[in-house]
């Protein structure tokens, strides 16, 4: 059934629902390539940071996911829930889970004339109001694969093999690959 909506529905519910589904798969599979290699260092992983000053590799997931929410449900003019809970694996999963079941049942004809409905998102202390199109491709995506980009470095960094093949599942490079 999806692969019909897909094809047949509207352009911003397309150009969003499946795609956040694919970020939160390849998160998934971030935190379980992870998992393997450092098994309870998984942790301390998600509490370290991509850089001073930066929020730690949990919170930049859990952001992530959240960013999924905060994209999909105003464009469907719905309110957007606040995924709440721990940022240790137990709880990122939980997060994972709750965002792809409300992405999941998200109505594709909500979406009806999304490109032109004004979007009001918090970016900092700014306040944006946006055309649906424009708050796609300006604001919720680079703020979704940044945050995405941020844990998938830090996770990196303590010592798991990550590569663009992980980060967006299309690349395909043979284990141990290295451009260095």
């Known amino acids: ?11 911003l ?7 956040l589904l694919g970020v939160l798969d390849r998160i998934e599979a971030e935190l379980a390539r ?5 098994g ?8 370290q940071r991509p850089a001073d000053g930066m929020l730690p590799a949990g919170r930049q997931v859990a952001t992530a996911v959240q960013f ?32 792809r079941a409300h992405l999941a049942g998200l109505d594709p004809a909500a979406f009806e004339g999304a490109e032109a409905r004004v979007v009001t998102a918090q970016a900092g202390f700014a306040v944006l ?3 649906g199109e424009a708050f796609l491709h300006e604001f919720g995506l680079p ?6 980009a941020m844990a998938h470095v830090t996770l990196k960094q303590a010592g798991v093999p990550l590569g663009k093949a992980d980060f967006d599942g299309k690349h395909d490079y043979p284990d141990g690959f290295s451009f260095g």
Do not use: Q
């Open 1 to 11: 059934m999806m692969e019909t909506a897909v094809a047949t529905g509207p352009a």
């Open 13 to 19: 519910w397309r150009a969003t629902v499946p795609v």
């Open 34 to 38: 992870a998992k393997g290699r450092l």
């Open 40 to 47: 309870a260092g998984l942790e301390a992983a998600l509490a």
């Open 68 to 99: 999924t929410l905060r994209i999909a449900c105003p464009l469907a003019g719905e309110r957007v829930p606040e995924l709440r809970g721990t940022l240790d694996v137990a709880g990122i999963r939980a997060r994972l889970a709750a965002a």
């Open 129 to 131: 109001d946006l055309p």
């Open 143 to 148: 703020n979704l694969y940044f945050h995405h």
